[in-house]
């Protein structure tokens, strides 16, 4: 990273947009097309849990965005929202995608929110999991926290704070083993994209916009969200006509890893509800 970015999370100057790159991806099933966006410093694999279940009654297409995971970093990219929308683009024009329903998962659905405002026709619905139509303070200074963990204490203390804050406490006393494979997935990470993306979301505030979503939307919280409060949910809600919101007890940020069996039966529901309700070209 170029020294302005040397601290983590800090403020910089916009820079040009980069050209579209190619994202490595996972396209599999049959069926109505569901385009999964993971958050930041994830990859495809937050929806291990979820994709072969949907890949059986849809097509499923789950890129790993711009700097995340076997995706490439591009020099001097801003990972500005156009940037990232232009790369969703050319993955749907090359697999010939008209339109698809776009779930995002945290940053992922800042991204899916931004991309249904700019450019609605391409969707058929929208699912925001774990999200919100602004990045607040709190979420900032968590991801200021993570930060500075891993620039203070290195890694093993940061993917600890990591996973605490993004699981409920029972669900991790429960799946150590996953736990384990978890920090091991985290420890072979390039970190660059993840924080220039940090760096694009911390102004990220859709408040002003949001209600002008007509899309059917469906939104997915953990009640017990340490990233982001549970009560954008309910803001969400309120703020974009018709949408429905899922709230799940006793579950943290990663909807789709902590409750993958409910996660697959609200999003195959949701979907049917939504293609049976749009007439045949």
């Not at 069926?31 to 009654?57: M, Q, S, T, Y």
């Not at 097509?59 to 020099?75: E, I, K, Q, Y």
């Not at 760096?199 to 969200?225: H, S």
Request: proline share 6%; net charge neutral.
């Amino acid at each position: 990273m170029r020294g302005k970015y040397a601290t983590p999370f800090a403020r910089g100057m916009p820079e040009p947009v980069s050209p579209p790159v190619e994202l490595y991806h996972r396209d599999e099933g049959q069926g109505p097309i569901i385009l999964l966006l993971h958050g930041l410093g994830g990859d495809h694999r937050v929806w291990n849990a979820v994709l072969p279940a949907l890949a059986k009654e849809f097509r499923v297409l789950a890129p790993d965005l711009r700097g995340h995971g076997r995706s490439p970093a591009p020099a001097g990219s801003s990972y500005s929202f156009a940037e990232l929308e232009g790369d969703l683009r050319a993955l749907l024009e090359q697999k010939k995608v008209d339109r698809c329903h776009v779930v995002g998962l945290s940053a992922g659905g800042f991204l899916a929110l931004q991309f249904a405002l700019d450019d609605p026709a391409r969707f058929q619905s929208l699912v925001l999991v774990g999200s919100s139509s602004h990045c607040d303070a709190h979420s900032r200074a968590v991801a200021q926290n993570w930060a500075e963990t891993y620039r203070d204490e290195g890694y093993d203390a940061y993917a600890l704070r990591l996973l605490k804050d993004l699981f409920y406490p029972d669900w991790i006393e429960a799946h150590f083993d996953r736990v384990d494979s978890l920090r091991e997935e985290m420890r072979g990470r390039d970190l660059r994209g993840t924080v220039a993306w940090g760096l694009a979301v911390r102004t990220f505030d859709l408040r002003g916009r949001v209600g002008r979503i007509r899309l059917p939307t469906l939104i997915l919280q953990g009640m017990d969200d340490q990233v982001i409060d549970a009560a954008h949910g309910r803001l969400l809600r309120q703020s974009i006509i018709g949408a429905e919101l899922k709230l799940f007890a006793r579950t943290g940020h990663m909807v789709p890893i902590e409750r993958p069996g409910e996660t697959v039966e609200a999003l195959s529901a949701f979907v049917h509800r939504v293609e049976s309700a749009v007439p045949p070209a």
